[in-house]
T-cell receptor
Framework: IAGITQAPTSQILAAGRRMTLRCTQD?????MYWYRQDLGLGLRLIHY???????GKGEVPDGYSVSRANTDDFPLTLASAVPSQTSVYFC????????????FGSGTQLSVL | GQNIDQPTEMTATEGAIVQINCTYQ??????LFWYQQHAGEAPTFLSY??LDGLEEKGRFSSFLSRSKGYSYLLLKELQMKDSASYLC??????????WGAGTKLIIKP
């Protein structure tokens, strides 16, 4: 079934540890995104990629890094996790970054203690 | 700054009609989206408006007035499965998507 796969589904992490959230899509979409969703706030963009080989910073990029080595994969890395990074993380993709609709992965619930 | 406003929570009765409003202030406008998000799940696309007027899709309709910075999502013949959060999002002049915090819709029998 075509779509976006995120892993892990949930994770509890000690502060200071490094963590990579995985995201893979098989729809051959050019653009991919990482969002975090916190209670009472709208989705906030962390990083995005318009096409393989390029990445850009979103609204809340500090403490996170991404890479886009190919079209399908867009991992998000927390180099040294802090409790304020406790959130639900969604990966999304779209055909292009130009008003096309987003397709979301099922999300990763991350708790940093 | 850029801002999207929508009510935090609304309650409606099964079989009734509900209108969820969204007002926006953004630097430019390239389209407005509505997404549905059930608790614990990912958002899914509902509708897209770029021109003024009403877009109808089954029980759901979305309206846009660009001059007023205003949109609404109209849900008819409400079903229990419509209990969810509804997210309004606007694409600005840089094609950045600005999200509202969402409206939690509670459907009562």
């Amino acid at each position: 079934i075509a779509g976006i796969t995120q892993a892990p589904t949930s994770q509890i992490l000690a502060a200071g540890r490094r963590m990579t959230l995985r995201c893979t899509q098989d729809m051959r979409h050019n653009a991919m995104y990482w969002y975090r969703q916190d209670l009472g706030l709208g989705l906030r963009l962390i990083h995005y990629s318009n096409t393989a080989g390029t990445t850009g910073k979103g609204e809340v990029p500090d403490g996170y890094s991404v890479s886009r080595a190919n079209t399908d994969d867009f991992p998000l890395t927390l180099a040294s996790a802090v409790p304020s990074q406790t959130s639900v993380y969604f990966c999304a993709s779209s055909t292009n970054r130009d008003s096309s609709k987003l397709f979301f992965g099922s999300g990763t619930q991350l708790s940093v203690l | 700054g850029q801002n999207i406003d929508q009510p935090t929570e609304m309650t409606a009765t099964e079989g009734a009609i509900v209108q969820i409003n969204c007002t926006y202030q953004t630097s430019g406008f390239n389209g407005l989206f509505w997404y549905q998000q059930h608790a614990g799940e990912a958002p899914t696309f509902l509708s897209y408006n770029v021109l003024d007027g009403l877009e109808e899709k089954g029980r759901f309709s979305s309206f846009l007035s660009r001059s007023k910075g205003y949109s609404y999502l109209l849900l008819k013949e409400l079903q229990m499965k419509d209990s969810a959060s509804y997210l309004c999002a606007v694409t600005d002049s840089n094609y950045q998507l600005i999200w509202g915090a969402g409206t939690k819709l509670i459907i009562k029998p």
